[in-house]
């Protein structure tokens, strides 16, 4: 299918400007995507501008990743309430070298018929001085036509410096570049996105008498109405310092039904046959959450690796199946304690731990249980088990039973975890 059908059927299609479809199916076309240097790692909110030009380069174009070294010293006012923290040009150049790395993982840069490209606007803006700026750009550009932006009109009434107005011209100036000297003729981004690339467009026109087109994608959100991408720590971070694999991978196991069914279409680079099959056995098999296990396996392992996948998997089964004590001591310690966030722990020395009966590990010593009596009836019940594993009251412990020679894992029946830690 064409690019432009791939959007439709994938929900990406919001905003398309006439005559766009017909010089895709003319000829290889080059667009691009801009991204934002604000942060030294990009996060899955970026994933769906990453996810276009990935399809436009599937579909057999040239996808441009334009860095904004230069815009990122400005700051978009688009879908902001605020004015941006401006940051200084070091900061901005390590942000741009990390995300540059995180975009190589998706794009294909040495493809010999499409290859995918990377520029900076820092590279163009960086010899031209204001006065330049401002008669040969910004007079093509009535204020009347830049007041007419959304994202101009939504912050009239709170403050708009004259830095975040321009905005949109230096950003239609990118696209004017890239349409003159890369042969770049589609810009494409989020629906917010849309007055600033057709400000593009008209630079184009009124400059070089030349025709570019604009594509956005909607805005994604989730199903309770909230941003996409954030959780209650914060941003979803593609850096695995920033957000580990497993709570990357922890993220897309548990979105909502609503959501999985959206994400699944954008962000699997899986045939439509294979989605729409994996569509139809979530709806037979809900509680399976087969969408959600899908896209937390694919994304995991493009984003970071298999090895991070297969790491992310043995951790997520610790919680709610068996675990074998050389699989829990295969874990990351970081991983190990990204899982029992928030349990309840307690620190022992050394000297406590050799020979220690279960009785006083369970509740004199770690605190887990209340009292002897309740540890006893928990025993006759059958409801403790040390990392993972049944035991009764005949269990000592000793150092070869610590997971990473300084954890031991706790529980009482199937949710009632405890953490204790040897010092």
């Given at each position: ?15 398309i ?15 691009y ?19 276009l ?8 174009h ?19 309430k ?25 794009l ?6 499409n ?51 321009s ?6 100036y990118?696209?004017?570049h ?20 057709t ?61 999985a ?46 090895d ?50 279960l009785?006083?590990?369970?509740s ?13 009836r928990?025993?006759?019940e ?20 610590l ?21």
């Open positions: 299918m064409s690019f432009v059908e791939e959007l439709k059927w994938r929900g990406l299609l919001h905003d400007t006439p005559g766009a479809e017909e010089q895709l199916e003319k000829e290889m076309t080059a667009g995507v801009g991204f934002d240097p604000t942060a030294d790692s990009l996060h899955i909110g970026n994933l769906v501008p990453i996810m030009l990935v399809y436009f380069q599937r579909a057999g040239k996808p441009i990743a334009l860095v904004g070294g230069a815009t990122g010293m400005v700051g978009d006012p688009s879908g902001k605020a004015e941006r923290k401006l940051l200084d040009l070091q900061q901005i150049e390590h942000n741009l070298s990390c995300q540059r790395k995180q975009l190589e993982s998706f294909d840069f040495d493809n010999k018929i290859p995918a490209e990377m520029v900076n606007n820092n590279d163009w803006f960086k010899e031209m001085n204001f006065l330049s700026f401002i008669r040969d750009v910004g007079k093509h550009i009535t204020v009347n036509y830049m007041m007419s932006k959304d994202s101009v009109k939504t912050r009239l009434e709170t403050g708009l410096s004259f830095t975040e107005f905005y949109q011209l230096v950003q239609g990118d696209f004017y890239l349409y003159k000297n890369h042969a770049c003729k589609i810009q494409m981004g989020g629906s917010d996105q849309w007055g600033n690339i400000t593009g467009t008209e630079l184009i026109r009124r400059l070089d008498g030349g025709e570019a087109h604009a594509i956005t994608a909607p805005l994604l959100t989730k199903s309770d109405g909230s941003k996409f991408g954030k959780s209650e720590g914060g941003n979803i971070w593609l850096d695995a310092e920033k957000t580990s694999p497993y709570k990357f991978y922890q993220y897309w196991l548990n979105i909502a039904d609503e959501d069914l959206k994400c699944i279409r954008i962000f699997s680079l899986k045939e439509r046959d294979e989605i729409l099959q994996l569509e139809e056995d979530h709806k037979s098999n809900p509680h399976l959450r087969i969408l959600q296990n899908a896209l937390a396996d694919e994304l995991t392992e493009r984003v970071h690796s298999a991070d996948l297969d790491t992310a998997q043995k951790a997520s089964k610790i919680l709610f199946g068996k675990s074998t004590f050389e699989e829990l001591n295969s874990l990351p310690e970081k991983t190990l304690l990204e899982i029992f966030e928030g349990v309840p722990m307690a620190k022992m020395s050394n000297a406590d731990l050799e020979g220690l009966g009785l006083d590990l369970l004199g010593k770690s605190g887990f249980l209340a009292s002897n009596g309740e540890a006893r928990a025993l006759k059958n409801s403790i088990s040390v990392n993972k594993q049944k035991v009764d009251e005949s269990f000592e412990l000793r150092k070869e039973h997971i990473r020679e300084r954890y031991l894992i706790l529980q009482r029946g199937k949710k009632n975890y405890f953490l204790l830690i040897v010092e």
